[in-house]
């Protein structure tokens, strides 16, 4: 999740994404079933021939849910994440639990793996925050030379139709335990780029602080996805409707994408 608007407001201020909302990013996401997640990823790993357990590097890794779950499943993993803020939360979660895992600050654009992994994952749509082919080639690019030989890059992508279609004019507002949250979302056919307004209104004592955030996301077809990984040398690609192993639809919402080296 990359790239975005970077001016504050007089009251409230609008950042990039991550920079404002990581204490309260677990609640807005209480929703996502991480461990559905962990076992439809395990089991993908396990697929590739992969031993349960093996090294894995999780890149935007976020808040460090996925990631403790993955160690909790016997894996040795690290987590890179481009948020400070969303690195903070990781560690002391991590403290709180007693699991072994690594963070370390970083980009998926410019990230170096200090040494050679089986499995590389990268969730929650962070792949649609790279927003040039360019940019998205030479992601590819480190993730291959970060894989061992027989190694696994598992990510899944927004597809073209969900961020057309359902997310284009899409207006949430959600409330949780007095935390308010206003989600607009738009798309823009001429970029296949689409942004999400995110505004909040944080509990002060009395009062609230507004916070907004800008987040852009690039729709990339399958296509161009597989040829980019291929150009990054991976030997293999796979595409599959997330949760299953199913080939995507035209009307998929979100696609898991399986790269072999």
Same mark, same amino acid.
């Given at each position: ?7 504050? $407001? ?16 677990? $609640? ?18 396990? $697929? ?21 779950? %993955? ?124 942004? %999400? ?31 980019? %990984? ?32």
């Amino acid at each position: 999740m990359i790239d975005f608007l970077r001016h504050r $407001r007089s009251r409230g201020c609008e950042r990039a994404p991550f920079s404002q909302i990581p204490p309260w990013y677990d $609640r807005l996401m209480k929703d996502v079933d991480y461990g559905q997640w962990t076992g439809y990823v395990d089991g993908l790993i396990g $697929r590739a021939g992969l031993s349960h357990g093996c090294d894995l590097l999780d890149l935007g890794c976020g808040t460090g849910s996925f990631s403790l779950l %993955l160690a909790k499943a016997g894996y040795a993993v690290t987590g890179i994440d481009s948020s400070p803020g969303m690195l903070k939360i990781a560690r002391e979660k991590a403290a709180r639990a007693r699991v072994r895992v690594r963070f370390a600050e970083g980009d998926l654009r410019s990230f170096s793996a200090r040494r050679p992994y089986a499995a590389v994952v990268s969730l929650f749509d962070s792949v649609n925050y790279i927003l040039s082919n360019r940019e998205l080639e030479e992601s590819f690019r480190r993730v291959h030379q970060g894989l061992a030989p027989g190694g696994i890059f598992l990510f899944d992508i927004n597809s073209v139709y969900s961020l057309s279609e359902y997310w284009n004019g899409r207006l949430e507002v959600r409330e949780d335990g007095g935390l308010t949250s206003i989600w607009r979302h738009r798309y823009d056919a001429g970029s296949s780029c689409a942004e %999400l307004e995110l505004t909040l209104f944080v509990p002060r004592g009395r009062r609230h602080e507004r916070l907004v955030e800008i987040h852009r996301e690039r729709a990339y077809e399958l296509v161009e996805i597989e040829t980019l %990984l291929v150009k990054a040398g991976f030997a293999r690609v796979e595409m599959f409707k997330h949760g299953t192993l199913e080939p995507p639809l035209a009307n998929t919402t979100r696609v898991m994408v399986a790269a072999y080296k």
